[in-house]
């Protein structure tokens, strides 16, 4: 299956923030405590659609840096208790898979989509995309990961 590769420019992100591990119960907990704030945030630049931002240091994945947040302007005001993070600009492999099946999702791009391709990932932020037309409801609602990537072989 060749990957869908788009390149998509820097942005920024507003929301809470956690330090946790892959998979772990403290994301989807997140969430209702997010969405209880984001009216604290003033202007978002997607109105609608929120993202879930992941990143991790750590070689084995043991702790994972964690936003509910939504995308800003940089110079937004911060409310109290939120960070910002800022998503490098580049090209990424972008998946869609219902919210029931992200788990096995993340598992077959990195243990067979990705492996299997010509592509790899590098190191920064990744992130899980919910547009307008998501809802949190519905099991079989898309969500969009989006992987930055580069050609296997190239230097960063």
Known sequence: ????????????VMGLHIQTRPMSPDIPALWPRFMSREAEIERPTEQGV??????????????LDY??????APSSRTPAGME????????????RYPLSGLGAGFGEIFHTLLP??????????YFERYNEAFDPGDPNSLVEIYLPVRRKGRPS
Do not use: K
Not at 50 to 63: A, C, F, I, L
Not at 116 to 125: F, H, R, W
């Open 1 to 12: 299956m060749p990957l869908h590769i788009l390149e998509r420019p820097a942005f920024t």
């Open 50 to 63: 929120s993202y879930g931002v992941m990143h991790s240091d750590s070689p084995d994945m043991s702790r």
């Open 67 to 72: 936003w509910a947040a939504l995308a800003v």
């Open 84 to 95: 910002t993070l800022t998503i490098p600009g580049g090209h990424y492999a972008v998946f």
């Open 116 to 125: 299997g391709s010509d592509y790899e990932q590098v190191p920064g932020p």
